[in-house]
Nanobody, 126 residues
Framework: VQLQASGGGLVQAGGSLRLSCVAS????????????LGWFRQAPGKEREFVAA????????DYTDSVKGRFTISRDNAKNTVYLQMNSLKPEDTAVYYC????????????????WGQGTQVTVSS
């Protein structure tokens, strides 16, 4: 499956952005709804870190502590799209954001994703 992320940009602290990630193609004949999806980010000079994940149906979500209450992950299986709504943005949220997908049997995961998008830059000014 191929993933294309978009929606990044420059925003002032306290502002909002919504990232989108559209999936195309299939791996082993699987549909979009069969993938667990996640968002990750990588700031300059730092390792890539987990941000959020969502289960196949969207009924379960998981967030890293630093974004809880500010970010919301969601998905629209009919549109093959996963979203990351980011509110109350802080300068420390500045990073390249990546979407990822996995065919795991688990309900939700933070690591071990098989498929990755190309990333979209989010810059938060103070």
């Amino acid at each position: 499956v191929q993933l294309q992320a978009s929606g990044g940009g420059l925003v002032q602290a306290g502002g909002s952005l919504r990232l989108s990630c559209v999936a195309s193609g299939r791996a082993s004949g699987r549909t979009f709804s069969s993938y667990v999806l996640g968002w990750f980010r990588q700031a300059p000079g730092k390792e890539r870190e987990f941000v959020a994940a969502i289960s196949r149906t969207g009924s379960s979500t998981d967030y890293t502590d630093s974004v809880k209450g500010r970010f919301t992950i969601s998905r629209d299986n009919a549109k093959n799209t996963v979203y990351l709504q980011m509110n109350s943005l802080k300068p420390e949220d500045t990073a390249v954001y990546y979407c990822a997908a996995d065919q795991t049997f688990r309900i939700i995961i933070r690591t071990g994703y098989d498929f990755w998008g190309q990333g979209t830059q989010v810059t938060v000014s103070s």
